[in-house]
């Protein structure tokens, strides 16, 4: 299996501080959000290579972190996808079809958003993904969700399946958040170019799973922990103070 890192993004709500430097390579307690992501996932075991998808604007700042990795024996990948602002990125769709066609990408991708903090292991969504042995999607109850909603829905019957899944809806049609985590199945990947060419979204990762499960089984796999907020500084410095780590 192969992680791809979306790392492509700008923060804009957490300018000045990310202004010239990557959200992903902010430090908590002595790492980065990438490192605390990647040596959880080398703890499994599960993950061949990694391919970090950066913005041209930030990419000397991934280099040198790649760099770094490498010399820790991660295989490792950086992929530049040429953006330089907030107004002309491709968006998380296009960066993941970027991705697997520079690279020629033709493994089962675990996909996640490289700006995360979490309290729990990867490793037990990897090994849900080889239960079901479908496209899978991670999932977290939010009691009374009302919108609009600043990510995706999706509604799930009784064995995990996803049934619709909605990015960002005005209107939720359940209690079941979806974090940008998912892992494609090595046989969907060809799908991203028909879902992109038949109209899917393309700036929220989520968008592409909302097209995807109408046409193959997505199933959804329920988060063992907690995931933290990075939107704003405040949410920043607050984790930076309170975070303890992977303790599930």
């Known amino acids: 299996m192969i992680c791809v890192l979306l790392a492509a993004g700008y923060a804009t709500r957490m300018y000045p501080l990310t202004l010239n430097f990557p959200k992903p390579l902010l430090e908590i307690k002595g790492k980065t959000i990438l490192d605390w992501m990647v040596d959880d996932l080398a703890s499994g075991g599960k993950i061949s290579r990694y391919v970090v998808i950066s913005n041209h604007k930030y990419l000397p700042h991934f280099e040198k972190w790649v760099e770094l990795k490498r010399g820790q024996g991660f295989v490792m990948d950086l992929l530049d996808d040429g953006s330089t602002d907030n107004d002309n990125r ?117 968008s592409f799973i909302e097209w995807l499960c109408k046409q193959t089984d997505v199933h959804a796999y329920e988060m063992p922990g907690q995931r933290f907020d990075v939107g704003s500084i405040e949410g920043y410095e607050k984790i930076r103070k309170e975070y303890k780590g992977i303790t599930k």
Not at 114 to 137: A, E, L, P, R, W
């Open 90 to 206: 491709l968006g998380a769709v296009k960066d993941i079809e970027f991705a697997i066609d520079e690279l020629s990408l033709s493994d089962d991708l675990l996909v996640l958003a490289g700006d995360n903090v979490m309290n729990f292991s990867f490793n037990s969504f990897i090994d849900y993904y080889h239960k079901k042995q479908t496209t899978c999607i991670m999932r977290y109850r939010v009691p009374g969700l009302k919108g609009p909603c600043k990510f995706g829905v999706a509604t799930i019957n009784s064995e995990d399946l996803v049934l619709n899944m909605i990015e960002k809806p005005q209107v939720p049609e359940s209690e079941w958040a979806v974090p940008p985590f998912y892992i494609y199945k090595k046989t969907d990947l060809g799908l991203f170019k028909k879902g992109i060419e038949s109209g899917c979204k393309t700036d929220a990762p989520g």
